[in-house]
């Protein structure tokens, strides 16, 4: 509706209302004051419309991103197949203990339970590939993988960090892409998945396997695959729970793996070194 039928409008109504008539000088004061009050109103708005604009750019500004959908998918296939592993297979393990037979019972049974630990094997092989895939054929995946290679400087930041932790310095160690403790977290899952997913296969086809190597080989992989199970069990639940959910600096939730989003005030604490690179590679390209 244009704004001049929306204000005979609202003279008529005024009329019908009051019934009175008015005026042509009186109808143009109301148009007058009618046409200031929209004016006013839509300054407002076209204000609140650039603060919430500016507000939304600031905020966007102070987070950078640090994973890709492409790691994200990865990093919540492989905790889906570990969860499955370690819940049913667990239980498969310790199987005489009370705890277990109760845990099989709920589960529907033994049985019930090895076709759920073969299928969070099967995601587990799927997400190995996807990764050997990713960091073979994509730019992003070689320089990820470059990037979590060890190095010198990982050892001199780990006793850097030790000396902190003492109180023997008050300089904390900078970090760049990633720290050493993330590179063990990875380091340590990377050599789990080949354990776990060449002695799992043993075992899986194990009739076929017993017919081209000998039997002594089937044992020390059921007491590899057992053994490297509780292990990674314990290096999930301890180290990396620890360091990325229930550390003090990030308790109770660390939703980067989840959102891809890492915010300025992390970056500098956690990262200061790869925020001096991006900031610097922003600064060659303006």
């Known amino acids: 509706m244009e704004n001049k039928e929306l204000?005979?409008?609202?003279?008529e109504e005024i009329e019908r209302e009051e019934k009175i008539e008015i005026d042509e000088k009186l109808k143009e004061k109301i148009k007058r004051e009618i046409k200031e009050k929209?004016?006013?109103e839509f300054e407002r708005l076209k204000k609140e419309k650039e603060k919430k604009e500016k507000e939304k750019k600031i905020?966007?500004?102070?987070?950078f991103i640090r994973f890709s959908l492409n790691v994200r998918l990865q990093h919540l296939f492989l905790a889906i197949g570990v969860l499955i592993l370690i819940f049913t297979g667990l239980p498969i393990k310790f199987h005489e203990a009370g705890w277990a037979k109760m845990f099989l019972k709920i589960m529907g049974g033994i049985q019930?339970?090895?076709?759920l630990h073969r299928i969070g094997a099967s995601i587990l092989i799927f997400v190995s590939f996807w990764h050997m895939f990713y960091i073979l054929f994509t730019k992003e995946g070689r320089r990820e993988f470059w990037e979590l290679l060890p190095r010198i400087k990982d050892?001199?930041?780990?006793?850097?960090n030790i000396r902190y932790f003492l109180g023997l310095t008050k300089e904390k160690p900078k970090f760049g892409r990633f720290s050493y403790i993330e590179k063990f977290d990875y380091w340590a899952v990377y050599w789990g998945m080949v354990i776990m997913v060449s002695t799992g296969s043993i075992l899986w086809f194990h009739n076929f396997f017993l017919g081209i190597l000998p039997k002594f080989?089937?044992?020390?992989?059921?007491?590899?695959?057992?053994d490297e199970a509780m292990l990674a069990t314990l290096a999930i639940?301890?180290?990396?729970?620890?360091?990325?959910?229930?550390?003090?600096?990030?308790f109770p939730f660390n939703p980067t793996i989840f959102t891809g989003k890492i915010s300025k005030e992390r970056m500098l604490k956690e990262h200061p070194l790869e925020y001096e690179k991006i900031i610097k590679e922003k600064e060659i390209k303006k």
């Open 217 to 226: 080989v089937i044992d020390i992989a059921k007491e590899a695959h057992s």
């Open 237 to 250: 639940v301890i180290w990396h729970w620890y360091n990325a959910h229930f550390n003090p600096e990030v």
């Open 112 to 115: 019930v339970s090895r076709v």
């Open 38 to 40: 929209y004016k006013k």
């Open 155 to 160: 050892f001199k930041d780990f006793f850097q």
């Open 59 to 63: 905020k966007e500004e102070e987070y």
């Open 7 to 11: 204000e005979e409008k609202l003279i």
